[in-house]
C-alpha cells in the first residue's frame, strides 16, 4: 500500500516495516494496516488542503530588477565588448549598470516610504481552516501532509523526490548519487510509536550523518558545499516560513487515535526530516514521480516511434531517445517568456527583500534605551546604500545565469532563455502539483468506479495524463511530464464520455462527468500564468548544446503544448453486479 503521490507503488512486501508497539494490546500486523485502519482526530483547528497566500513583489519591482538583469545580461553577451580579462564583479560592473541598479533601489525605497508591504498577501485571505473536530484516517493525512511540503518550492519538491548530487563523508572522497529529503511523520501513543516516511508511506530508510557535507547544481539550497545539518536548520526554516497551516516541525501537534477493537487514546504527532543518500556513480536525471529510477534501466519499448523525415538534419539522429531530455528548449514566445523570469525573479530576489522589510520594521521600533535607531531606506548613508547597490547587482547577475545559458552567446544576445528538456518538464510538473492537492492525487493516480458507454462498471485507477508534446519540421515528441519519461507505448485510454466516481476525491466524490472533470483541471490550469500559455500551445526552438555530439545540430522551430487527458488502469477484477450485468 503506497499513498504518496510522488512516487509509484511500492510492493509492501519488499519492504521490512518499522512498526514499534509498547505493548501487545494492538490487533493490528503491519504498518500498512495502521495507515489504513487508524483515524486521527485533531482537537484544535487544522488546514492540510489549501495554497497558502503566496508573497508577491510589486510590478514595478519586478519590471525595475528585470531591467537590470537584461543590461547584465547584455554586457555578458558577445555584443557587450566586455574586456576578456576584466572581471565580472558587482563593483566591476557598478559604472556600467548605475541608472539601472538606482532604479532598483529607488524602488525599494518608494515602496518602504510608502509604509506598503514589499511582500504583500493577499488583500482578503480566506479562513481555511478546518474547524473541530476534524477525523481522518491515516493513509488521509499522510498526503496531505506530504503536498502541503512539496508545494512550498520548486526546490523543496525536487529535493522531497530526489535530485542528483554529490556527498563528502570523514575520511572519503567526494560520491555521486542521489540525495533525498526524507519527511517523516512521528506518531507515539501511550502504545505504540512509529515513524512513516510521507514520500513512500512505509519506514524512513537510513540517514546520514550530520559531519557530511553535499553539494548539488540542482537545488537551489545547496549549490555549494554545506554541511549536512545547516542544510537541514535552512530547510527547517524554509518551511517555518511556507509551511505555516501546522507547525508540525517545532511543536507536536495534541490529537487522539482510534484503531480497530481499541479505545481512543491521547497522541502527539511530529515532523521530523532528515537526508537519504544513495551512491551511484552514474548519475541521472531523477524523476520527480519515482526517484530511484534510472534511464539506464528504461527499455527502448517504452518510447515512441518518433517521424523523422530527414535522418541527416534531425535532432534525434544524433542522441538516443533515452537521451532526449538532456536537450534544450529555447523560450522564443513572450507570452511564456514574461511569465517565467517573472517567476525566477520572484523566487531569488523575495529572501533579499524580506531581510530588508524586517530590518526596516526592527529599525522602526521605539529604542528602549532612547538610542537613536538605525536609519530607514528612504535616508540610507552612503556606505550602506553602497552596499545595497552592490547586492543588488550580485542578484541581479545571479538571474541572468539561472534565466539565461551563460554557454549560450545566443540567449544571452536575444534574452531568450534556454532550458533543459528535463528542467522544463519538471517546472511544469510542480506548477500544476502546487495549484491544487486535487490535481496532485489525479497526477499520481486515485482509485475509482469508472462507467464507461456500452460497459459495466469497473474498479481501477484513474490517472490524469499531463503530456508536453511539440511538432518540429523533422521530429515530434511526447513527455509525460508526471514521470519525467517520453511517453509510453502501453497506455490505457477511457473514453471521454465515461462517468468516474471516487471516495477518495473531492472532485468526483459523486458521479462526475470525464470531460467535465477534465474541462475543471484547465480552466484551474489557465488561472496559473506560467501554464496558462503552454495549454493553449507555445511557439519554441528545440536544440542539443551538448558540444560531445559528433554532429552540429541546428535549433528547429516548432510549437509546444501541454495536453491533458486521462488513463485507466482496471483491477483485474470487477464488481460482483458487473458479471450478473452482463449476462442479462
Not at 486521527?40 to 510589486?58: G, H, L, Q, R, T
Not at 565580472?88 to 541608472?99: D, K
Not at 462526475?512 to 483541471?521: A, G, H, N, Y
Amino acid at each position: 500500500m503506497n499513498n504518496n503521490p510522488l512516487t509509484p507503488s511500492i510492493d509492501s512486501t519488499e519492504i521490512t516495516t518499522n512498526f514499534m508497539e509498547k505493548s501487545s494490546t494492538t490487533h493490528l500486523q503491519s504498518l500498512d494496516d495502521f495507515l489504513d485502519q487508524t483515524l486521527i482526530k485533531f482537537n484544535d483547528p487544522v488546514c492540510f488542503n489549501s495554497v497558502p497566500d503566496s508573497a508577491e513583489i510589486p510590478p514595478p519591482l519586478v519590471q525595475a530588477m528585470q531591467g537590470l538583469i537584461e543590461i547584465i545580461a547584455h554586457l555578458r553577451s558577445p555584443n557587450g565588448a566586455w574586456p576578456p580579462h576584466f572581471p565580472q564583479t558587482p563593483e566591476n560592473l557598478i559604472p556600467y549598470v548605475t541608472e539601472e541598479v538606482s532604479e532598483v533601489l529607488a524602488s525599494v525605497k518608494t515602496h518602504c516610504i510608502s509604509g506598503s508591504d514589499i511582500l504583500p498577501h493577499s488583500p482578503h485571505p480566506k479562513d481555511s481552516k478546518i474547524q473541530p473536530p476534524v477525523i481522518l484516517f491515516l493513509n488521509t493525512l499522510i498526503p496531505q501532509l506530504l503536498w502541503n511540503l512539496a508545494q512550498t518550492s520548486y526546490s523543496f519538491m525536487r529535493l522531497l523526490t530526489g535530485i542528483n548530487a554529490e556527498i563528502l563523508l570523514p575520511n572519503q572522497d567526494w560520491t555521486s548519487g542521489k540525495l533525498r529529503l526524507v519527511a517523516s511523520l512521528i506518531i507515539e501513543t501511550e502504545n505504540i510509536q512509529t515513524s512513516i516516511d510521507l514520500a513512500t508511506s512505509f519506514s524512513p530508510p537510513p540517514l546520514i550523518n550530520s559531519e557530511a557535507y553535499l553539494q548539488s547544481n540542482d537545488c537551489s539550497f545547496c549549490q555549494h558545499p554545506v554541511e549536512s545539518q545547516s542544510f537541514l536548520q535552512q530547510i527547517i526554516n524554509h518551511l517555518q516560513d511556507n509551511f505555516n497551516q501546522i507547525n508540525f516541525l517545532t511543536h507536536p501537534i495534541k490529537a487522539q487515535l482510534l484503531y480497530p477493537k481499541s479505545q481512543w487514546q491521547p497522541s502527539q504527532i511530529n515532523i521530523e526530516i532528515g537526508l537519504e543518500f544513495i551512491p551511484d556513480p552514474k548519475t541521472s536525471e531523477v524523476s520527480p514521480f519515482n526517484y530511484y529510477l534510472e534511464p539506464d534501466h528504461i527499455e527502448e519499448d517504452l518510447f515512441p516511434n518518433t517521424p523523422i523525415q530527414d535522418v541527416e538534419y534531425s535532432i534525434l539522429a544524433s542522441v538516443s531517445q533515452a537521451s532526449l531530455l538532456t536537450t534544450q528548449i529555447r523560450l522564443t514566445d513572450p507570452d511564456i517568456i514574461q511569465p517565467y523570469i517573472h517567476s525566477q525573479i520572484q523566487h531569488y530576489w523575495s529572501p533579499w527583500l524580506k531581510q530588508k522589510k524586517n530590518l526596516q520594521q526592527v529599525n522602526q521600533q521605539p529604542s528602549p534605551n532612547l538610542n537613536p535607531s538605525p536609519e530607514p531606506l528612504s535616508t540610507l548613508d552612503s556606505p550602506t546604500e553602497s552596499l545595497y547597490l552592490i547586492e543588488l547587482i550580485q542578484i541581479a547577475d545571479e538571474l541572468v545565469d539561472v534565466i539565461y545559458s551563460p554557454k549560450s552567446p545566443s540567449s544571452l544576445i536575444h534574452l531568450q532563455p534556454e532550458i533543459p528538456l528535463i528542467e522544463l518538464s519538471l517546472r511544469l510538473l510542480w506548477q500544476m502539483v502546487k495549484s491544487s492537492y486535487n490535481v496532485m492525487q489525479m497526477l499520481s493516480g486515485i482509485k475509482a468506479k469508472v462507467l464507461q458507454p456500452g460497459l459495466v462498471w469497473q474498479t481501477g485507477t484513474l490517472r490524469l495524463l499531463a503530456v508536453l508534446n511539440a511538432e518540429f519540421l523533422s521530429d515530434a515528441w511526447e513527455v509525460d511530464i508526471a514521470s519525467s519519461q517520453p511517453l509510453k507505448f502501453d497506455l490505457h485510454p477511457i473514453v471521454p464520455e465515461s462517468i468516474i466516481q471516487s471516495d477518495g476525491s473531492e472532485w468526483c466524490r459523486f458521479p462526475q462527468s470525464l470531460e467535465i472533470l477534465k474541462m475543471q483541471i484547465i480552466n484551474l490550469l489557465e488561472t496559473i500564468p506560467e501554464l496558462k500559455s503552454w495549454v493553449k500551445g507555445v511557439k519554441v526552438d528545440w536544440g542539443n548544446s551538448n558540444q560531445d555530439l559528433e554532429l552540429s545540430i541546428n535549433w528547429q522551430s516548432g510549437f509546444a503544448q501541454l495536453s491533458l487527458d486521462f488513463e485507466w488502469i482496471p483491477d483485474q477484477t470487477n464488481f460482483p453486479e458487473s458479471d450478473h450485468l452482463s449476462s442479462l
